[in-house]
């Protein structure tokens, strides 16, 4: 009976020793998520690298990638650098679905970092959010229904596109006009948010007259269309659409010699549409997702010096700014993880910055039932060829 005892004895020793070593210790596998070594936090995203949206892609990418090697260069989060594997969705919910499987499974990150599309990120949803269930951190673009109610792992810090055409359409009718069109791109994320602009104009002014105008997506020939719209004679236009039919549908309303105020939303408010734009957009009137670029502020010169060192062919932009600034707030909430890095550390994490200022986007706030940081947005006009503030930011979610 003692020889049994003994037995039995150094078998549960046997046992207890294995289980401390597998998961005793400070760095075990039940603690650490995929993506974390103790080297390295690898991140992933899909952004538009090719397609009619790669103007807005490259840009971000340099954004997001010369935060991350700027970090890098200080020494990295608690002795790990920065990485994010990035795969070309070319603005196509397909392989944006297609996108976030390889970036999970095969490249195991782990969290999708600022990753680009709005109708696009929401078709991995399933897959990302429901089955792998890893964080989807700061889209560049989003829709309010994500929000309320809130999403496990969804966190987002811009204000929605429905949020925008709010704001435009207040902006318009306190502006004074009352005859006009939404020009918009005939699917259906650009379609919900011209709707939005006729109720919030009418908020302010009763009386006005607003019309939607669809139009197929990436329309190459906008002659025909400017030459409807001039008949129309309104007094003000709204252009939901890409950056370069902005462009075209612009070229063509000024070879007509027809002349309105135009106003658009906050993916338009980047350099690529000033330079390609000219004197055509001069006048434009648009929102903003972060605070103006042209002040000479402490957070504004770290990211023109971060721009300037890891991407020198590319100038200081709108887009790359915010990614910039979208990135630095989902560094921040991996700074401040206290223990394991992991997935769940960093979703609570997240929910711990409470008016946390980037000195790029209006100032943040999260909680466990707010998982969208920020309502603000700032509006913009063209003037001489940029961008200027027109007063300050204002909330999108009340009548300001």
């Known amino acids: 009976m003692q020889f049994i005892d003994a037995t039995v004895r150094a078998a549960l020793i046997g046992l207890a020793t294995a289980i401390t070593l597998s998961f005793g210790t400070g760095t075990t596998l039940a603690q650490q998520s995929p993506g974390v070594t103790d080297k390295e936090v690898k991140f992933g995203a899909w952004i538009p690298l090719t397609g009619a949206i790669a103007v807005n892609g490259v840009p971000q990418r340099a954004g997001t990638e010369a935060y991350l090697n700027m970090i890098n260069d200080r020494g990295g989060i608690k002795g790990r650098r920065l990485s994010v594997v990035i795969d070309d969705n070319a603005y196509n919910p397909q392989r944006t679905v ?36 890893v964080p989807l951190l700061n889209i560049y673009g989003g829709a309010a ?19 925008q055409a709010r704001t435009l359409g207040r902006w318009a ?33 009763p009386d006005a007259d607003v019309e939607l105008y669809p139009t197929k997506f990436d329309t190459a020939d906008y002659a025909p269309i400017a030459l409807d719209i001039a008949r129309k004679k ?8 890409a950056q370069g039919e902005i462009i075209r549908i612009s070229k063509e309303l000024a070879s007509q010699g027809f002349k309105s105020e135009n106003y658009t939303w906050a993916p338009s408010v980047a350099n690529g549409l000033l330079e390609l734009g000219g004197p055509v957009v001069n006048g434009l009137k648009s929102v903003s997702w972060t605070l103006p670029l042209t002040p000479d502020t402490p957070a504004i010169k770290e990211y023109r010096d971060a721009l300037a060192k890891y991407f020198p062919s590319e100038k200081p932009d709108y887009i790359s700014f915010t990614s910039f600034g979208l990135t630095k707030i989902v560094v921040e909430a991996l700074r401040r ?14 929910e711990s910055l409470k008016n946390y200022e980037t000195g790029i986007v209006p100032a943040v706030t999260f909680g466990a039932d707010r998982h969208l940081g920020g ?22 979610e009340k009548d300001w």
């Open 98 to 133: 297609a996108a976030a499987r390889k970036l999970i499974t095969r490249d195991e990150v782990f969290a999708i970092l600022v990753p680009n599309g709005t109708a696009q990120s929401a078709a991995a949803f399933d897959y990302v959010l429901g089955e792998a269930r």
């Open 375 to 396: 309502t603000s947005l700032q509006r913009v006009v063209v003037q001489s060829g940029n961008w200027v503030g027109v007063g300050a930011p204002v909330d999108s």
């Open 337 to 350: 993880i206290d223990g394991p890095i992991t997935r769940e550390a960093l979703t609570r994490s997240m």
């Open 173 to 205: 009718g306190k502006d004074g006009h009352k005859k006009v069109i939404v020009v918009h791109s005939a699917i259906s994320i650009y379609e919900g948010v011209a709707k939005m602009i006729a109720p919030a104009m009418k908020a302010v002014r």
């Open 234 to 241: 309104p007094d003000a236009l709204v252009f939901i659409l």
């Open 145 to 163: 229904e994500w929000y309320s109610p809130p999403r496990a792992n969804l966190y987002g810090t811009l204000a929605p596109l429905e949020h």
